[in-house]
């Protein structure tokens, strides 16, 4: 929720077959939320649209715009545990289109490889650059590397990445999400999330995401070279089958004052949200 007051989030419409070794994804989305994470003028726009074939056991090759493989968190709010996203996801990447390649390697090791557009350029490559990707996941852990230039006047950018999630206990999880980007004489960022939940009874759960968000001295995304920014956001959620509501509170504290027409170093704010699947 950006302002005060009564606010739309978005919808996803997803269709999708899974045919024996083939199958393709459709998610269309609309609704500013989606807007502000994707970018564009359009009332709808497409999250993902990619096929993808299972050329072996082990080994499944997808082709078109798929969501990152980068971070904890993800566009649609149906699987994220706070309704708010932290400065990591909003600064990250949201999605890329290109080829991937994905590889068992083992029960709990998996390599993926991938060659895409820079970053968020969906519908076109314009500007004849590639990205590259790779990722190693062992267990519930992925190590998460982005290589390639982004625009034809910038140097490469780097981003190395690690994202987790575990059990801790049968009501207990905690997830984990660290990340440093750079691309040099321009800037870049580097932070740390932790997620922390418990399930109190079967339908109600508490969660805590404790973030530091740092911006390279060169530049940064958000509030400006140099700056730190703490993000603490305790939500609670009361779940049925289909119906998710969440009551979130929000604590952000900059190094520099940044909100409330750059006269405060913090914001506060409370919010509560409704998440429908089905």
Same mark, same amino acid.
């Given at each position: ?46 999250? *993902? ?17 798929? $969501?990152?493989?980068?971070? /904890? ?35 709990? *090791? ?33 190590? $998460?590397? %982005? ?55 079967? *339908? ?18 958000? /509030? ?20 998710? %509501? ?6 952000? *504290?900059?190094?520099?004052? =940044?909100? $409330?027409?750059?006269?405060?170093? =913090? %914001? ?8 429908? =699947?089905?």
């Amino acid at each position: 929720a950006n302002l005060n007051g009564f606010a739309l989030g978005m919808a996803n419409l997803i269709a999708s077959y899974e045919g024996e070794k083939t199958g393709v994804v459709a998610d269309l989305a609309f609704g500013p939320r989606g807007i502000d994470a994707v970018g564009g003028d359009n009332d709808i726009f497409i999250n *993902q649209l990619y096929a993808y074939w299972n050329a072996s056991e082990k080994l499944t090759l997808t082709l078109g715009n798929f $969501n990152t493989f980068l971070g /904890y968190e993800v566009i649609s709010p149906v699987d994220n545990f706070h309704y708010s996203t932290s400065y990591l996801f909003s600064y990250g990447p949201f999605s890329h289109t290109g080829l991937k390649a994905d590889y068992s390697l083992s029960e709990k *090791q998996s390599v993926m490889l991938a060659i895409m557009n820079p970053t968020d350029f969906t519908e076109m490559n314009d500007v004849d650059l590639y990205t590259y990707g790779l990722q190693y996941g062992y267990g519930d852990t992925y190590l $998460n590397l %982005l290589y390639g230039k982004q625009s034809i006047d910038a140097s490469p950018t780097l981003q190395i990445d690690l994202t987790g999630s575990y059990e801790l206990g049968k009501t207990t999880g905690l997830g984990i999400n660290a990340s440093y980007n750079e691309t040099p004489s321009t800037g870049g960022f580097y932070g740390v999330a932790l997620y922390p939940s418990k399930t109190i009874k079967d *339908q109600f759960a508490v969660g805590l995401r404790s973030e530091i968000f740092h911006e390279l001295d060169a530049g940064g995304p958000a /509030y400006g070279a140099g700056t730190t920014t703490l993000d603490f956001t305790l939500t609670g959620a009361y779940e049925t089958d289909e119906l998710r %509501l969440i009551l979130e509170c929000r604590l952000d *504290q900059s190094s520099a004052p =940044q909100f $409330n027409a750059m006269t405060t170093d =913090q %914001l506060a704010s409370i919010l509560i949200a409704a998440v429908y =699947q089905f």
